[in-house]
């Protein structure tokens, strides 16, 4: 089980003051939000056909924040070999990613400022960006246009 | 070998690394560099077959520059070229005052008709006959002057157009007026010169003819006079003195580039990646700076409009390093088109110039260029500062910009109201802003109505609030209202808004559309940091 000051060491942060260093981080199976970004528990027969990637050593960068330069990164927890991610990054939408954690395995999604790590057990997972309405300014133009947030 | 779809070779990254930062080059131009370009150009000029003028200018800003070469080619065109340029408007203003006086000369015969056909029935007429002339003359001549105006304010090139148009209006303008106004002032005009002259009857038929030639003969000459003036001040087109070195320049580069290109190699393309690559990093900057110098350049001085210099900018920026790229790898670019394309680079290399004839301006590096990146890959830059301009020269010309979108230099400065805001006709700038000052705060100063509070799943023990705009001004979205799951390291917990679409009403329906996620496993969230 990771603690913050562990976590956060893979990437090479320190732990922000408003952690406490050696609180373990929770691993959960639900929804879970991290900023920017949303891990979505999804049910194995909704997720399509993918090409794994085991997630290596270095972790996965899943995103890195345009104004700020701040990234997400997917590392696997301890003794967790199995771990695989699929990116979506170059189809359109929201979706940035699949996560697989198999059975008695764990995911860490960890981020180099202020969000701290979210434990992610066993399960199948959507990693989705947040968007964001773009008013017309012009009231003929009907055309709804939905932008990504920048972190 | 094939490659994995997202991986791009590392000596492209290079490449483009190396091509960018060549392009977005801050350092100040040494002796060494103006040598370097000069000698670009000059071997640019001899490969697409023009004389070297010999003369360089260094301007030190795009703006420096682009004015720069609108007064030296109105001081090098010699006047045979003015005098040629100007014949065509010279002659369409004339057909235009003849076309107005032509009105007026309508407009007399139409009077003349009307009146003259009455006093020749004789002397058995009503005696306000001579009131409704008064009125007539003085109705027929009303017109006239809005006429002028109108047609002078039409944008219409076409005389013709104008003639058949304008003389419908005009008929009917006179018919119109003339009958109200007879009534009016007719009455009115009569009984004062009545007393004056001491008529006891009709005016003879002379006095009608020299007072209609009087009054009206003059005032259809003003009226040609006026619209040959305003015509000529009008600028349009044909007084433009067009120099031939830039199109040309242009039309080699185009012709080499499109041979490289059609020289890459079967397999599809990293030339094409160098290209798209080299250009969301660069050409989103240069179409900054060059709306801003249009922008500088649009009202005042009408020199760089009519004396027009064309520039090479950024905007080959893609095109030529593909070209350099595939030249580099081998691929079987022309050696012409791949010399074209080497030097067009190096003469590029410290800002932009305009090729002419008779000279060559040259400049406009920037000293301060402050720019954010966006987007996946290599992804795309474009000029950004939130507390200062966006792009510096030496002599002190500066772009503001947020996000790309050119902004007035007092919106960074001081900040808006939100009326100020509210007033702004350009749509992107009134995004900027708000954007600048945060939606939160907007929300706030422009008093927002408060449509529902919900708890925040995995958030304890805060709050989604959602905003609607009462004033139905921007009534296509809400603003979503919530505070952050983790401190930031100065460790105060922020709020945020972000826009959301209007058609959802619940705050946390809202949250989950921000991730695309179904609400009701939106609802089940139990961490958010």
Known sequence: ?151 | MVRPSDARPAELDEFVRGWTDRALDRTPLTDADRVAVTDAIRRCYADAGLPWPGRVFWAPSPLAGRLLAADLARRYTPVTTRIRAKAPTMGGALVYGCAVGLYGAVLAGLLWLWLALPLELGEAMPAYWHELWIGAVVAGLLPVPVLVWQLAVEDSADVVDDLVFGLGRAMAMLFFAGVWLAVVVGQIAASRMGAFVGWSGLPPQAWVATLLTVTLGPAVAVAMVIGIVVKWRADPPAMRCADPAHDRLDRCLTVALTAASTAAPVVPGAHGQVRSAVDGLTAGIDRSVELAVQEATRSGRRWPRRYPVGHFGGQYGGRLAAATWLAARGAPVPADAAVFVRDFAAASRAGWWWPHTRFVVVGGRASALHLERVGAGAGIQRLHRTDGPAAEWPDGYRVYAVHGTGIPADLVGDGWDVEEIHRHPNSEVRRAAIELIGWAEYIRRAGWRLVATAPDPGNPPHELALYEDPSRRLRDVRVLVMTNGSPDRSGALRRHAETVPDAIDDPVAAAAWQYDCPVEVYRKMRRRT
Do not use: C
């Not at chain 1, 260093?21 to 970004?37: C, K, M, R, S, Y």
């Not at chain 1, 696997?76 to 199995?82: A, E, I, L, T, Y």
């Not at chain 1, 059975?103 to 701290?116: C, F, K, V, W």
């Open chain 1, 1 to 151: 089980m990771y603690t913050y000051r562990t976590a956060l060491a893979l990437v090479g942060v320190s732990v922000p003051a408003h952690f406490v260093a050696d609180a373990e981080v929770p691993i959960l199976t639900g929804p879970q939000a991290q900023g920017d970004l949303m891990v979505i528990p999804e049910r194995p027969e909704e997720v399509p056909e993918l090409i794994w990637q085991p997630v290596p050593d270095e972790g996965v960068q899943v995103v890195r924040g345009e104004a700020t330069g701040n990234t997400h990164w997917l590392h696997r927890g301890f003794d967790s070999p199995g771990v695989r991610w699929s990116s979506q990054v170059r189809t359109r939408g929201l979706t940035l990613g699949y996560l697989d954690v198999p059975p008695g395995q764990s995911a860490q999604l960890i981020h180099t400022d202020e969000h701290g790590a979210n434990g992610i057990g066993p399960g199948i997972y959507r990693i989705n960006r947040k968007r964001e309405q773009v008013p017309a300014f012009e009231p003929q133009r009907a055309d709804r246009r939905t932008r990504l947030i920048a972190d």
